[in-house]
């Protein structure tokens, strides 16, 4: 498959330093990682209600971007830089925590519903379902009921490594994804041992 074409990378996550190192911010960490790889840096853009960077990975420009509204209202931030530099949804990666996979595995997908996750239902309600995401896992707590609170906690040190890890990964499948495609780099992301054993 050709080289998709990205033009808007999206880190889910909420605002604030209690939020910082939480398990529901590894998009912010996931996109905070991509900027200082390449050398972008966030600027606030309140008229996007986000924080956003331009990022030149390999030969591709394109936008990253960190919501900053709190998570159930993402879409909004999503929408409006989209809009505004006329980005469709194919063209879009989200990037967010995955609660149904262990922590330390990454998987990418393209389109789909929003598997319970809040802020990744708006973005949807916004842009519709045709967008790319990757997901990070972060593990379960195994009561449904703790959930709110386990994604706003902040993991172990065991944990923090592994996730580390994981956001690592998915960092190095990016270019892969815009120079050889979404076949070669899941192929590469889901083929390969779980990032567990990497060094953070």
Known sequence: MAALALKLIVGLGNPGTEYARTRHNAGFQFADELAVRHGASFRSEPRHKGELARARIGSDELWLLKPMNYMNHSGDAVQSVA????VPPEAILVAYDELDFPIGVVRLKDGGGAAGHNGLRDVIAQMGEAFWRLRIGIGH??????VLDYVLGRPSTEEAQLLRAAVLAAADIVPVLLNDGPQVAMSQLHGGEPPASRTP
């Open 141 to 146: 707590p195994g009561d449904r009921g703790q």
């Open 83 to 86: 809009s505004f530099y006329k």
